[in-house]
């Protein structure tokens, strides 16, 4: 089992940038592939970044390629996301999720833990 703890979000100007970081308690914690997703008023939540267990591999959607970068500290328990060139469409609620094992891919539904999300505003 492992728990997540989000932080680093606020309020930024389109433009900026933020780093999220996602601590995890346990040993185990490079057993975990972790994805990034967000979740803004009256929308579903959505996949942001994913990243592998200990390869690294990553995995972004569309809308934040080239903007966003997911990376992992496994001495530290920690996954981070960096995001740059900040719009608008980016403010939500932003979650770290952890799957026991192989990469979970794009679903929430596919990650077995969650964190209690941090907030991000971008204003224009």
């Keep these: 089992q492992v728990q ?3 932080s680093g979000g ?3 100007q389109a ?3 933020l780093r999220l970081s996602c601590a995890a308690s346990g040993r185990t914690f490079s057993s975990y592939a972790i994805g990034w997703f967000r979740q803004a008023p009256g929308k579903e939540r959505e ?3 994913g990243i592998t267990r200990t390869s690294g591999a990553t995995d972004y959607p569309d809308s934040v390629k080239g903007r966003f970068t997911i990376s992992r ?3 530290k328990n920690t996954v981070y996301l960096q995001g740059n060139s900040l ?3 980016d403010t939500a609620v932003y979650y ?3 799957k026991y094992g192989y990469y979970g891919g794009t679903r929430p539904e596919a990650y077995d833990y969650w964190g209690q999300g941090t907030q991000v505003t971008v204003s224009s």
């Design 73 to 75: 500290d496994n001495a």
């Design 96 to 98: 770290c999720a952890a």
């Design 4 to 6: 997540l703890v989000e």
């Design 10 to 12: 606020g309020l930024v």
């Design 47 to 49: 996949f942001v970044a």
């Design 15 to 17: 433009g900026g940038s």
């Design 87 to 89: 719009k608008p469409e």
